[in-house]
């Protein structure tokens, strides 16, 4: 589990990715349309801070992620468990 932070990271940055590319969009269509600069130039000014700052998310609450991605998939197995012993349980 070395790397286990880099994948939380770039499931971080998956999940911002329409946030950051929205942003970007509008960003560069604005600077491109009031020439202010280039639409590329303007789309990385918006889009590439979201991104920079999901992956550094992903790398610090990595383990905390893993930890409870763990503990909810053992309680949602354990409540079946459960109910699945008490059907057959008669009272």
Not at 8 to 25: E, H, L
Not at 65 to 84: N, P, Q, S
Request: zero cysteines.
């Amino acid at each position: 589990m070395e790397n286990s932070n880099e994948f939380w990271a770039n499931v971080s940055m998956v999940v911002a990715s329409p946030v950051a590319i929205t942003a970007g969009i509008a960003k560069g269509t604005y600077d491109a349309s009031t020439n202010n600069g280039p639409f590329r130039e303007g789309f990385g000014t918006a889009a590439s801070p979201i991104m920079k700052a999901a992956k550094e998310f992903g790398n610090e609450h990595g383990t905390t992620m893993t930890k409870g991605m763990v503990t909810g998939a053992a309680g949602a197995l354990g409540a079946r468990i459960l109910r699945t012993g008490l059907r057959h349980l008669k009272i």
